[in-house]
């Protein structure tokens, strides 16, 4: 089955600086890649997502990177806020049911 | 649009006691979806529901696990007997029709502990 790894598992940064997540996938067949926010004591929620036939896509302070010969994809966050800490996971999808990553715990010092 | 709702939030069980969990999805999302979350760990895909048929229930951990859907609304997710190994924070998601590429709309999670 789908294997999706994510890194890292946890990201400290300061507020303003920009934060970066990892993932990579194995079934070179998934063509669906969301982005989940679960902030503490709240909800999994869908922040954004990508579709294989884009590379990038961009939300305002997020953007999300695919690379779909590497099998790779990026969440990016630019200008971090405190309200953007949270547990951020990546799944990876298709015709089937999404394979999701262990999560990063993303934390912005004010 | 009322969301995804679980119930209980949280669930403290002695071990080999039966734990109910409840998910009512959005109204109109066929498919129903159960999760399992360890401490720092993935969103274990448990099964799936398309309306009231099991889809695919791979990932049910062993036959102390049964979900049902009867009349492909409500679903319950029950343990018997609970262990210690299923502690961790049980979540429930809908979507639309079109698996795997809609955006799924999770629960509040229901907290299982097990001591």
């Known amino acids: 089955g789908e294997n999706v790894e994510q890194h890292p598992s946890t990201l400290s940064v300061q507020e303003g600086d920009s934060a970066v997540i990892k993932c990579t996938y194995s079934?070179?067949?998934?063509?669906?890649f969301p982005w989940y926010k679960q902030e503490l004591g709240k909800r999994p929620q869908l922040i954004i997502d990508?579709?294989?036939?884009?590379g990038e896509k961009k939300d305002q302070r997020i953007a999300v990177t695919l690379n779909k010969t590497a099998k790779h994809f990026s969440l990016h966050i630019t200008e971090t806020q405190p309200e953007d800490s949270a547990v951020y996971f990546c799944?990876?999808?298709?015709?089937?049911?999404?394979?999701f990553g262990r999560g990063t715990s993303l934390i912005v010092h004010p | 649009e009322a969301g995804v709702t679980q119930f209980p939030s949280h669930s403290v069980i002695e071990k080999g006691q039966t734990v109910t969990l409840r998910c009512d999805p959005i109204?109109?999302?066929?498919?129903l979806y159960w999760y399992r979350r360890v401490m720092g760990k993935e969103i274990k895909f448990l099964l799936h529901?398309?309306?009231?048929?099991?889809?695919?229930e791979s990932g049910m951990p062993n036959n102390r696990f049964l979900a049902e859907r009867t009349g492909g609304t409500y679903s319950t997710l029950k343990v018997q007997p609970a262990e210690l190994e299923d502690s961790g924070v049980y979540f429930c998601?809908?979507?639309?029709?079109?698996?795997?590429?809609?955006?799924?709309?999770f629960g509040p999670g229901t907290r299982l502990t097990v001591l």
């Open positions: 529901f398309v309306k009231e048929s099991k889809q695919d």
């Open positions: 998601a809908s979507s639309r029709p079109g698996l795997g590429r809609n955006e799924q709309f």
């Open positions: 799944a990876s999808g298709g015709s089937y049911i999404p394979t």
């Open positions: 079934d070179s067949a998934s063509n669906y």
């Open positions: 109204s109109g999302h066929d498919n």
């Open positions: 990508i579709r294989s036939n884009v």
